[in-house]
């Protein structure tokens, strides 16, 4: 899959739809220092299903909502939408039926954020699924933020591990493994329960 278009509406500082055209290989983002280098990577990560308002450096998640500015109103809503090649058909099972896919995630004051692709509603769950399963995500090693290079040669074992768990396409693997864990939990409990209705009767 290759991301091809990133469109930003209302996100922190791109109060007007901006499109970032994203080109095969490496991008680097330049610019001088507050122009807003960094907002376009967290859109990425946001777009992508991050949940923690504080890897978007906000307190809660409608930080991202741009804020006002001396001459312009907050805005109520933000919006990010990631264009993805899916020409090759890489993209995983179940979103695997277009040469496109359009991922749109929005936010909207005292509303909360809500998902489409191509269209279609969908949970927070199934779009962090998604990429998770193309190995890629919010947490991808793949978007290199400043200064992660050197707390990467700083990073110890474990954390390094992460990225490349992140990097082989696993890590969904382990929201899979907590969701079977939580059923077999339930399971067990009900098991419990049917034991003890048995022996009442008995
Ligand atoms: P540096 O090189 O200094 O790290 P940068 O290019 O990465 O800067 P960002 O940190 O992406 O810049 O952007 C910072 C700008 O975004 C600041 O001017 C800040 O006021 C603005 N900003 C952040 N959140 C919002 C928001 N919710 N509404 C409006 N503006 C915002």
């Known amino acids: 899959m290759h991301f091809s278009r990133l469109r930003l509406t209302g996100f922190k500082s791109f109060v007007d739809p901006t499109d970032l055209v994203i080109a095969e290989g490496l991008t680097g983002i330049v610019g001088p220092n507050g122009c807003g280098k960094s907002n376009l990577l967290e859109a990425m990560r946001w777009v992508m299903g991050e949940n923690r308002p504080s890897t978007m450096r906000g307190a809660g998640m409608e930080d991202v909502i741009f804020a006002g500015a001396a001459s312009r109103p907050a805005r109520h809503f933000a919006e990010v939408t990631l264009h993805i090649d899916n020409s090759r058909r890489l993209a995983p099972a179940g979103f695997n039926d277009s040469d496109t896919l359009e991922v749109v995630r929005r936010i909207t004051r005292d509303a909360g954020s ?3 692709v191509n269209a279609r509603e969908v949970r927070a769950r199934d779009v962090q699924m998604l990429f998770a ?3 890629t995500g919010a947490h991808s090693p793949a978007l290199v933020s400043q200064g992660q290079i050197s707390e990467l040669i700083r990073a ?3 954390a390094r591990r992460r990225l490349l768990e992140e990097a082989a396409g696993i890590s969904g693997l382990y929201q899979r ?6 059923k077999l939990n339930a399971a067990e409990a009900n098991l419990a329960r049917t034991d003890d209705l048995i022996d009442q009767l008995a």
């Open 177 to 182: 493994r907590h969701e079977a864990e939580l």
């Open 156 to 158: 110890r074992p474990k």
């Open 114 to 116: 809500a998902y489409k």
């Open 133 to 135: 399963d193309a190995s």
